[in-house]
């Protein structure tokens, strides 16, 4: 099967990876950094973080209101690419394809009986932004490998 430089993935991609599924270092990697931001959230933000702020009536920037947005998001991505990535090749969409999802179900809140909440939705399209600087400078060398090899 020839390879190609990928900007999307198709349902048959999709296939692909699951099929051909294992552990590699890489996918260990993002599922790291996926579980750390669901247990710093778990452990820290919503015992501790949040109502620290809510008790003693902090500005802290709508941090405490959108952390579970925010941490959420991340590990969200970053299960998203273990689990549907065997290489750096697709990350970056997974990572477009995760905040867009995100920003989308937020938009969608009114269906469910909610407001829209645009703090939550900043944070997400910032998170997005940070997962993808993060993403990116962990696996810089091993994409370009990756893009010179596949030409």
Known sequence: MPTRDIDFMTINDFKTELKNWKFTKYKAINFAIGISALLIYEFIGRPIYRPFIYANQINDFHIADTLGNTLGTMAMIFFLIAILSNDTTKGNYLINLG?????????????????????????????GFISYVIYNSIFREKQLKQKTTNR
């Not at 989308?104 to 009986?113: I, K, N, Q, R, T």
């Open 99 to 127: 905040t867009f999802s995100l920003v989308v179900y937020e938009l969608a809140h009114p269906l469910l009986g909610k407001p829209i909440d645009i703090w939550d939705i900043i944070a997400t399209i910032l998170t």
